[in-house]
T-cell receptor, first 113, second 112 residues
Framework: KQEVTQIPAALSVPEGENLVLNCSFT??????LQWFRQDPGKGLTSLLL?????REQTSGRLNASLDKSSGRSTLYIAASQPGDSATYLC????????????FGTGTRLQVFP | EADIYQTPRYLVIGTGKKITLECSQT?????MYWYQQDPGMELHLIHY???????EKGDLSSESTVSRIRTEHFPLTLESARPSHTSQYLC???????????FGQGTRLTVV
């Protein structure tokens, strides 16, 4: 059974720091991995999607990497800002015929001025 | 930009009431999903649909039901709400062959 774990569970940093959020999954047979942002009490905003054949994706200050064989993905946030404060979720899409996303519990990030 | 909408955003309702949570998308996506998220916990899939008249149960057992009469619409119904149904419900959709899932803003349900 696929399990997704995110470390750390919470992170509080001063503005300007570069951050690394970690996501690990137990079954490497994934179709893709997606990083989301969730603001308190709100839905999910898709940040980056990495196909299983890809190693990384970049969008602005965000860079996500994928090492499928070791079951790990990292989300790198450069020059963090208070507006980056949110919960960051990773989700893997299984490699079988299902379209299900399996989510981690998230990393709650707070960036203070 | 994703065009998927959920209503209501917040709902507080008494035990025993029937409720329907609405989810609509204007992207013509065939695949739609309902996830449930308790505070501080991960999202769990409770229902999904691959197209009109197609509905399946997800990994997490739920007393809710869904219907898919139109492509753009995927409502979730609770016939008799209970406090244990208090949670956030998130709707998502994905186009056929497309890798990325898009989520709505969620409905935060409180049953008192």
């Amino acid at each position: 059974k696929q399990e997704v774990t995110q470390i750390p569970a919470a992170l509080s940093v001063p503005e300007g720091e570069n951050l690394v959020l970690n996501c690990s999954f137990t079954d490497s047979a994934i179709y893709n991995l997606q990083w989301f942002r969730q603001d308190p009490g709100k839905g999910l905003t898709s940040l980056l999607l990495i196909q299983s054949s890809q190693r990384e994706q970049t969008s602005g200050r965000l860079n996500a990497s994928l090492d499928k064989s070791s079951g790990r993905s990292t989300l790198y946030i450069a020059a963090s800002q208070p507006g980056d404060s949110a919960t960051y979720l990773c989700a893997v899409r299984l490699g079988d015929n299902t379209d299900k996303l399996i989510f981690g519990t998230g990393t709650r990030l707070q960036v203070f001025p | 930009e994703a065009d998927i909408y959920q209503t209501p955003r917040y709902l507080v309702i008494g035990t025993g009431k029937k409720i329907t949570l609405e989810c609509s998308q204007t992207m013509g996506h065939d695949k739609m999903y309902w996830y449930q998220q308790d505070p501080g916990m991960e999202l769990h899939l409770i229902h999904y649909s691959y197209g009109v008249n197609s509905t399946e149960k997800g990994d997490l057992s739920s007393e809710s039901t869904v219907s898919r009469i139109r492509t753009e619409h995927f409502p979730l119904t609770l016939e008799s709400a209970r406090p244990s149904h208090t949670s956030q419900y998130l709707c998502a959709s994905r186009g056929a062959g497309a890798p990325e899932a898009f989520f709505g803003q969620g409905t935060r349900l409180t049953v008192v």
